[in-house]
């Protein structure tokens, strides 16, 4: 966690960007992955998800695919950065070998690549820009191992659709083509208490269940936020050398899983500690929690661990509308202000009680950094800027 906290503003944006990526990838491996034509016949949500699960697998799939990305506005940003103005490149997946995924992106805005390596529940994302690698694990899959009696019928397909239609609202199964493919589009958004989430969509081809397009999008304009699609695609067998790369000898590596700071396995977890007195007494600095914030009455407040040291997750309000403050110790040495990355890259600054912070405004959040009195502050939320400054300042 230390080295995701200190992690420059560039990072910051390029990682947040492209955990769809991932997401995508990791999807097209773990449903049976065909089929070209119109759009396809209409059909009941659930017989087309259970269509998908059910579809016999591929031996691979190749891609071109597009990245769009309008998470930030770029004007509001001092510096520049590849990845903001979004990629295209290829992609490559495989479920042989536990699972492979390759995907390259050359960045639209100039500047270096971008590659993506997954497999078998491992990650690596290179930043030829600054010649840099963040890795990592993903988490195990429920139900991993299961075979096919992990595949639910469309009974139980039914039910999930169900609960799932009491926090959110749900398209259906739209017809549609994508990539030359007949694909079968589902929208998916917040019923209540989204915050500035407006809903998300996923395609997936209509013969063999392969996510051909997955979308973010904000509550205040019908363009994606962040899109990834493929623009042309082939059902065939990727050779195991498509996934032997490797990022040169002279790349720093970042390591993004916790559980390689601690020493621990990562799957043990200590008895949780929660409730603003208990949490209190956990933490070894002053810790700011106050019964609302910016409006939001206090959800709740549990230890956290950062850095190996504990912290204090604070919650306010419900959904996706809620904000979360993260406090932790700060390091030795840190005096709270805010600097500009070496990279070229700057947020604009904010002033908290005198101190100058950190505001990165998205178009689903607000991310908003400051350290005083020795402690660092994080406030999070899907909520526009002065709602952010708000909750901070009450602190």
């Not at 009491?166 to 007949?182: C, F, N, Y």
């Not at 790349?251 to 700071?261: F, G, H, I, R, Y």
């Not at 929690?289 to 206090?298: D, F, I, Q, V, Y």
């Not at 030795?332 to 100058?356: M, Y």
Request: glycine letters at 12%; hydrophobic letters at 40%.
């Amino acid at each position: 966690m230390s080295a995701l906290r200190r992690i420059s503003t560039k990072k910051l944006l390029a990682i947040c960007s492209l955990a769809l990526v991932g997401v995508v990838g990791v999807t097209a491996i773990a449903m049976a992955m065909g089929g070209s034509g119109p759009k396809p016949p209409p059909k009941p949500l659930a017989n087309a998800i259970s269509g998908a699960l059910n579809a016999p697998p591929v031996t691979g799939v190749s891609a071109r695919i597009k990245f769009t990305n309008n998470l930030v506005d770029a004007s509001s940003i001092q510096g520049t950065d590849p990845l903001l103005a979004g990629a295209e490149g290829r992609l490559w997946a495989s479920p042989a070998g536990g699972g492979r995924v390759r995907l390259e992106l050359q960045s639209e805005g100039g500047g270096g690549d971008t590659q993506v390596l997954v497999s078998n529940q491992h990650f690596s994302i290179y930043d030829a820009t600054s010649e840099t690698v963040y890795e990592g694990m993903l988490p195990e899959e429920e139900g991993k191992g299961k075979g096919e009696d992990g595949v639910p019928g469309l009974a139980a397909i039914e039910k999930q659709i169900a609960k799932a239609e009491e926090d959110a609202v749900l398209s259906g199964a739209t017809p549609s083509d994508t990539a030359g493919q007949p694909t079968y589009t589902l929208r998916v958004g917040p019923k209540h208490d989204g915050g500035l989430l407006g809903g998300v969509e996923l395609a997936w081809d209509a013969d063999n269940g392969v996510p051909l397009r997955a979308a973010i999008y904000s509550s205040a304009t019908s363009s994606p936020v962040i899109q990834l699609q493929a623009t042309d695609v082939a059902f065939e067998s990727v050779p195991a050398s498509t996934f032997e790369v490797s990022p040169p000898a002279s790349a720093k590596v970042v390591n993004l899983d916790p559980s390689t700071e601690t020493g621990g396995s990562g799957k043990e977890e200590a008895q949780p500690v929660e409730g603003l007195a208990a949490v209190r007494n956990s933490v070894d600095f002053q810790l700011d929690a106050p019964a609302s914030l910016a409006g939001l009455p206090r959800a709740g407040v549990k230890a956290i661990e950062v850095e190996g040291k504990t912290a204090a997750l604070a919650t306010y309000g419900k959904g996706l509308g809620g904000i979360a403050v993260i406090e932790v110790k700060s390091e030795p040495g840190e005096t709270g202000e805010a600097t500009e990355s070496s990279e070229g890259l700057s947020l604009p600054k904010v002033s908290i009680h005198g101190v100058q912070g950190e505001e990165l405004d998205t178009a689903l959040g607000t991310v908003l950094k400051f350290s005083r009195g020795g402690v660092d502050y994080i406030v999070v939320g899907s909520v526009p800027p002065a709602a952010a400054e708000a909750a901070a300042r009450a602190l």
